[in-house]
């Protein structure tokens, strides 16, 4: 790599006295292009979900991190330069939604109205663009949506969409699994002494942090979920009015209730047709309803699933430059 990274802390007011005690002062890794300075665009790396910022500087045999791969395709198509913020969104539950919830704290108000004007005060920016995979693609739209012209590129790889298609068919396995685990309380607790997500309790960390972002309630007491479930947790059927909450929540929805948000930002948007959690089906509305509110995007689909999609970027990453440099 030719470029430098260091690592910076923004202390943040939206998200101190969050709901799960996670940490209002946030480490950010910085990314600057070598021999470039002064103001230039910039790209926001939105981790997945129970992924952080460090995942972006993974690398592999004979495989590139994001910034690696950024240089490589700068010198194959002449890109302009742009510095790559990667901020840390853990939380206790695995992630935000990169939106303002009571449930989980004000992960929205912290990235676009704190956290991106902080950065331009040190570092001169022009454009943002934004991109990630998953959850981080969720807040690729989720952030422009709610945030009108904070961002004038995005790309979104296989984003959480079309909620009743993607959501219920784990609910379950959810169900079961906090059912041997002697409930929701009994879990969470075990949860928080875990190295990682294995098996089925993927599906009980989805339910729960989604419904904390989705659902939420205030004033719970202390232990307790801060939110609504969407489903019983003894015959695993849908709660329809919470499930309406949810709904309120999909991207595919908010296109349709804000088009203009987007009106001015350049969208990629892909997903795998093997997607393991159904986000091809939930994409393809999402790209339907881009294009009834007449929003241009670029669509793809690819032959892969939900994991191993780094080399994705190498389409997405050029149109972000290209686009905040047009």
């Excluded at 997945?48 to 993974?58: D, E, I, K, P, V």
């Excluded at 939380?91 to 704190?114: C, H, I, R």
């Excluded at 339910?207 to 202390?222: F, H, K, R, V």
């Excluded at 881009?290 to 191993?308: M, R, V, W």
């Amino acid at each position: 790599m030719r470029g430098t990274l260091s690592t910076i802390q923004h202390q943040s007011e939206a998200l101190r006295g969050n709901a799960w005690g996670d940490p209002s002062l946030r480490d950010v890794v910085v990314y600057e292009p070598a021999g470039a300075s002064g103001e230039m665009p910039a790209l926001l790396a939105l981790p997945a979900f129970t992924s952080s910022h460090w995942g972006f500087l993974n690398k592999g045999w004979r495989s590139e991190n994001v910034p690696e791969r950024l240089e490589r395709l700068t010198r194959e198509h002449g890109l302009g330069p742009v510095r790559i913020f990667m901020p840390d969104c853990m939380t206790y539950m695995g992630g935000s939604q990169f939106l303002d919830s009571p449930g989980m704290g004000n992960y929205g108000t912290w990235v676009a109205k704190e956290l991106m004007p902080w950065l331009e005060a040190q570092y001169p920016t022009s454009k943002w663009g934004a991109f990630g995979k998953s959850s981080g693609a969720f807040g690729a739209f989720r952030l422009p949506l709610d945030n009108p012209g904070c961002f004038q590129a995005i790309a979104s790889h296989a984003p959480d969409a079309g909620f009743e298609v993607v959501y219920p068919p784990d609910f379950p396995t959810a169900v079961e699994t906090l059912r041997q685990a002697g409930g929701v309380q009994a879990w969470l607790k075990d949860w928080g002494s875990r190295r990682g997500v294995k098996g089925p309790d993927h599906s009980v960390a989805n339910l729960l942090a989604m419904a904390c972002c989705y659902s939420p309630t205030a004033g719970s007491p202390p232990g307790a979920l801060p939110a609504e479930l969407p489903v019983d947790l003894d015959t695993a059927e849908v709660i329809e009015s919470v499930m309406a909450r949810w709904m309120e929540e999909d991207i595919v929805t908010l296109v349709r209730a804000r088009p203009r948000a987007l009106k001015h930002t350049a969208i990629w948007l892909d997903v795998g047709r093997k997607d393991e959690f159904r986000l091809q089906v939930g994409a393809r509305r999402l790209h339907r309803a881009l294009q009834e509110a007449d929003l241009s995007c670029h669509y793809e689909e690819h032959a892969g699933g939900h994991f191993k999609m780094n080399d994705r970027f190498d389409g997405s990453l050029p149109f972000l430059v290209n686009a905040l440099y047009a």
